[in-house]
């Protein structure tokens, strides 16, 4: 195995999956003789040719339509959108059509493909190379949305999304592409979909997170631990569709819950990790459902280090609930 | 015969009819048909016809709630069908559904859709006319936010084009739909990628009560292919042989690897944008009267009857054998139970996730214990 | 004062806008001369001339953008979208620059504008003229989303968003537009944003609710004062900003919450009302925080009365939280 | 001179020269402008030119975050921005800062805003380079997402006509703009509302590392005018005085009432596409070698030379009086304190809702009580 850097895994899987599969293409602005503007792709066009791996006008409407058209004939597209913020001209693709095809085709269409795209803040990227638009994904039946946090799952979620027989969108957060390594296998393996993964074992406080909000809650974990609260923390890594059955489990366990995510509070994704504890899980709760998000404001830039939910935030508010 | 380049605004904007008014055709031209099928042609446009009344009596008495009616534009879709293969992929709008009975898909199957019962290919999910069928032909499912079939069909013509296959994709779409995003970036796309697709831009006059000449200040439909290096022919939309023609020609250019073509089908829609729409509000009438001499069906019975194929008598029968087989179907589909509650929670994934089970099975649990939600009336305003 | 349908009053409130500014400016697919297709804008052109009302060509895009350009340049657009199901293509205009131009700015240009829309089911729409969207821009600071429920509302909460300073998403309940009647001043009026109305005063359980779902909360909490429970029903008519304080003390009121919505769950609107509730509440709840809603997939036609909430189902979620 | 119909695609796609990389002009044009402005548009461009070296070296010694190179399309910007009025509109890219030299925008506030700092009036929320300002002209908040400024060009148009005005507004962008769904909605509304608007489209040869020949298929990007009903010309991007006699027509074309012009100015990207880019990865050198032979301000000096203007001693002297106005910006700037926190929480609304202000007075108790947050990098990857 072999320690590699998240986006390193990316492009890993990205290679695993098109070498094992002719009909996986891989396609977007910028992608092909450039790699893509975080190097993500690097190297896929000179392996796979320009038939396989290259760059597309800027539309992300015509890129994302496209991919649907080819999967469902027969293909396996992965869509890169350069940066999550600008998936918006591509909406109405994937929420009315991608989303839906299925449902309203009564099964005689389908559309399984990936849409990569990079995520977060963290880069000073300023309002518009900085967004966790999660949510808005989230509340679309249809679609699935992964995230992971280490180069582990980064490969294995990517491969066992690639396979997966409905859309899916596979966030990076862009945050965490250099500053985490890990351990990689070098052959084809999957993470399943819709499982979460126990990052840390504890018994006062349970934290939620995923993506770029991991190493944060892991660092307020230890200072918490220094202080003598036992913190478990989730890494959901799948959140739709979610593993509700694990988060309801892992909330009861301690009776106190606390969720981070970099997005905007309000009708975000900790909102419904809140919603689903205080439905199925109230009887259990020792003290207030936290949350620990972005503000409801855009993405600043100068500023975005108070923007983003740090150690700081989260163990104020860890402590908060344990001494409730 | 018309394969202008896509440089010549002139040759672009010149409009193509073989079948005149009159019946004629232009240059001794001949379709080189046998008799059955140009008999199937005429079927076809009489079917699509006996369709649209035999729905519009059900809308009008609350028994489905919407249809849209294609009376003028026949020739258009039985045109362009018939120069397509059975291995075709149609990326349809909601006014195209003559291409499917064109290629044989059963008008029972269609009235199920427009009855959204349980034998509905779509289970009931979508409104009526937003058909889906993979089979005699991939006719794909319809949607309703216009122009988003276009990029699609730009991907499944790029997907069969990889893999060396000569099928095209026929992209159906309005003089409205040309506004949309999605027409932007599919002729974006093929133009570069040199996509075997047919763009069909069924220029109907109007896009609800839009006249064509608000929706843009082109010179014409046609003419949008030079903004993306697109071929482009502008054809007479009630000419049902120029419309095969010119589709021919397209498809064969497209799979000849030349890349894509964008025909403007000038024609015009003489009733309602739907049932629930009254156009005499923003149609002018002496537009509709001048149109009325341009039927697409009457200059075929002409045509018809100049080879001895056709007389009133003729006709008529086939009005009634049309009408026939719809009401049959009607009925058939009329009496068919709807779709089962289960159908609300499949499909949204190829496998049921755990919460929208948990949803279904509480819904289930509901119903028996406090009984069936009441159903509303199911008139559709537009 | 005359009794109007909630779509008369729509029209009441753009016309007494339009005559009270001449910078108002009403415009959209087909609400010229055909009156839009519900028929909101009837009369508009004729009294206002084609400079003030008026078609625009098919494009979400042209209209939400060119309403940005003339709220910069002084003018006071409302800008329809014919269905809310269609309002994906100009997802980017909305989200990206109506919501984020004045901060992004510094407060130097403003968007100062409209967008009406009818959304949710209730008229057999199947997938594409029924979404219940709001979740989406709820998530979207800058923006503010109105939804009015009766046709005193419709109307004052329209004046008052077209006076607002910033830009609001004002959606109208189409399954309301003829079936509710209620009394409408002639004159100018506004009700005030960012404000809750209790439709009735109750001690037993709290129901959150708006648009379409009151009428149906309505009927339910009648049904369930027969079986002797006394609902207390908030109609939260601005969804963002919300009136938290409002909400926080009706839920603390009876200790019992349930909300409503017709969209789907996940990631939703009424998640969020859960979870202010667990986050500033949660001692003073008695029972789980639940959600009666749209099902999590995309909505259907010929059974969309299963998938609709119904008063069937929200006595249910009532007694339930009433006998835990 | 260049006022070609919209329907004849020749003279759409001629490229119209003034001139030439000798510093010969055609036909013995003369711009007909005092010393003083030709040196004001001398100016300009030199200051384009010093503000890109100085943001080079502020970022690659880690003190801003990123900057956009504009070496070899200064004159696009000047030539344009010189024929419009201060009342005008200017809906910009990121790449056209130029724009706002020319009109008296002081190079320190743009400097704030490369740096974020307290005084920038974008109040440190945006990434370098997306400047906003009101004043001496309004040159509306640029925005990253591609072609969103489009269509609100049309509209501040329209707003002006309706009121009888006639400002005109400039909307610009890149050839890689002209993909997105903004150019399509913006081109459509601007055809049909004669709108008053100039759309500039700035073909430098690349989006990123995207040719322009490989964006669309289109003969060049003026030609797209025809879809849309929309007056096009092609320009030499590389020749100041073009570029203003172009603009000049278009707006006074504009302001007469007869609707909008779309101008293809054919440039080149000298540098990469940002300071975080490297273009020999994607860029013949051949390419950049050609086009270094038609540097715009190249041409203008032996212009400046031939009327006694310039020579090489007063060239370097400006220079350095760029360099040091900018670096003394830059020092300014750079001394400047961040954004208060509060900032993070203000202009979302006109008035700040409970909701965030709970939120910030959150924050603000938490740094008392904790400290600051910690500063990342800052480092910009594209
Ligand atoms: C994105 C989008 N916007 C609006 C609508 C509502 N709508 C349905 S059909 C129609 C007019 C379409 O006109 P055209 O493309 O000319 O097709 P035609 O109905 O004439 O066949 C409109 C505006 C829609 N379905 N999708
Ligand atoms: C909608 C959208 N998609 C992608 C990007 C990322 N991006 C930034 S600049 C750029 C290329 C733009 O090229 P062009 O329009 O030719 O302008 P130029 O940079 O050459 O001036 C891309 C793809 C973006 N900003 N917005
Ligand atoms: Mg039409
Ligand atoms: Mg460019």
Redesign the interface.
């Known amino acids: 195995m072999a320690i590699q850097t998240l986006i390193g895994a990316v492009n890993d899987g990205l290679r695993t999956a098109m070498r094992a599969d002719e009909s996986v293409l891989m396609f977007g602005e910028d992608v092909g003789l450039k790699g893509g503007v975080f190097l993500a792709t690097g190297g896929l066009q000179e392996e796979f040719g320009k038939e396989r791996c290259f760059d597309t006008p800027l539309s992300e409407d015509g890129i994302i339509g496209a991919a649907i058209g080819m999967a469902m004939n027969g293909m396996k597209p992965i869509a890169e959108i350069q940066f999550q913020d600008f998936i918006f001209p591509a909406f109405d693709q994937i929420v009315s059509e991608a989303a839906k095809l299925r449902y309203r085709s009564g099964g005689q269409y389908t559309a399984p493909m990936v849409i990569r795209t990079p995520y977060g803040g963290g880069i000073r990227g300023g309002l518009y190379h900085s967004q966790s638009g999660e949510a808005y994904f989230c509340h679309t039946p249809g679609m699935k949305v992964v995230i992971p946090s280490t180069p582990y799952d980064a490969k294995g979620l990517l491969l066992a999304s690639i396979a997966d027989p409905d859309p899916v969108l596979f966030m990076e957060p862009k945050a965490l592409y250099r500053s985490v390594k890990g351990e990689v296998p070098e052959d084809y393996y999957t993470v399943d979909l819709s499982t979460t993964r126990t990052v840390l074992e504890g018994e006062d406080v349970t934290v939620f997170c995923y993506g770029a909000m991991v190493p944060v809650v892991e660092k307020a974990a230890a200072q918490a631990a220094e202080k003598g609260i036992s913190v478990h923390v989730v890494d959901l890594r799948t959140l739709l569709p979610l593993d509700e059955d694990g988060v309801i489990e892992a909330a009861k366990k301690t009776g106190r819950v606390v969720t981070v995510t970099e997005a905007p509070r309000f009708c975000g994704y900790a909102g419904e990790i809140s919603a689903i504890v205080a439905e199925n899980a109230i009887e259990y709760m020792e003290a207030p459902v936290l949350r620990v998000t972005g503000f409801d404001t855009p993405f600043p830039n100068t500023l975005e280090h108070h923007y983003l939910p740090d150690a700081r935030r989260v163990i104020d508010a860890i402590e908060k609930v344990y001494s409730f | 015969m018309m394969q202008p380049s896509t440089?010549?605004?002139a040759k672009i904007t010149a409009m193509h009819t073989i079948l005149n008014s009159a019946g004629e055709t232009t240059d001794g031209y001949d379709p080189g048909l046998p008799d059955e099928e140009l008999l199937h042609y005429y079927r076809s446009m009489k079917l699509v016809r006996a369709f649209d009344d035999i729905c519009l009596k059900l809308q009008r008495s609350g028994r489905i709630?919407?249809s849209i009616p294609n009376l003028g534009i026949e020739a258009c879709q039985i045109g362009a069908a018939s120069a397509l293969r059975k291995d075709d992929?149609f990326?349809p709008s909601y006014r195209d559904f003559g291409m499917a009975l064109y290629h044989g898909v059963k008008a029972v199957d269609m009235m199920h859709n427009m009855?959204?019962?349980a034998h509905?290919?779509?289970?009931?999910?979508?409104?009526p006319v937003?058909f889906?069928?993979?089979d005699p032909i991939k006719f794909?499912?319809i949607?309703?936010?216009?122009g988003?079939q276009?990029?699609?069909?730009?991907?499944?013509?790029?997907?069969?084009k990889?893999?060396g296959e000569d099928t095209v994709?026929l992209a159906s779409f309005g003089d409205?739909?040309t506004?949309?995003?999605?027409?932007?970036?599919?002729l974006?796309?093929a133009?570069?990628w040199?996509s075997p697709v047919v763009f069909l831009c069924q220029n109907n006059g109007y896009?609800?009560?839009?006249p064509a000449h608000?929706?843009?200040?082109?010179?014409g439909y046609a003419?949008?292919g030079?903004?993306?290096?697109?071929r482009a022919v502008t054809v007479d939309g009630n000419d049902v042989f120029a419309m095969r023609e010119a589709t021919l020609e397209a498809a064969a250019y497209a799979r000849a690897g030349d890349?894509p073509t964008l025909i403007e089908a000038v024609t015009f829609r003489m009733g309602g944008h739907s049932t629930s729409d009254d156009p005499s509000?923003?149609v002018p009438k002496e537009v509709v009267d001048e149109w009325a001499q341009k039927d697409p069906i009457d200059r075929f019975e002409k045509f018809l009857a100049a080879r001895g194929l056709w007389d009133a008598a003729k006709g008529e029968a086939t009005t009634a054998e049309c009408l026939a087989e719809i009401d049959a179907a009607a009925k058939e589909a009329a009496a068919t139970a709807?779709?089962k509650?289960e159908?609300?929670?499949?499909?949204?994934?190829?496998e049921i996730?755990?919460?929208?089970r948990k949803?279904?099975e509480a819904?289930f649990e509901?119903?028996k214990r406090?009984?069936?939600?009441?159903?509303?009336d199911?008139?559709?305003?537009?």
């Open positions: 440089t010549d605004p709630g919407f992929w990326f009855f959204g019962n509905d290919s779509a289970k009931g999910r979508q409104m937003h889906s069928f993979t794909a499912s949607s309703s936010p216009l988003t276009l990029p699609q069909a730009v991907g499944a013509a790029h997907a069969a990889l893999r994709a409205g739909g506004s949309t995003l999605g027409f932007h970036s599919a974006t796309f133009g570069v040199k896009a609800i009560s839009l608000e929706q843009t200040a082109s010179d003419i949008k030079m903004a993306y290096g697109v890349g509000t923003y709807p779709p509650l159908t609300i929670f499949s499909d949204v994934y190829e996730p755990a919460h929208i949803q279904g819904s509901l119903q406090l009984g069936e939600a009441a159903a509303g199911g008139a559709f305003p537009l």
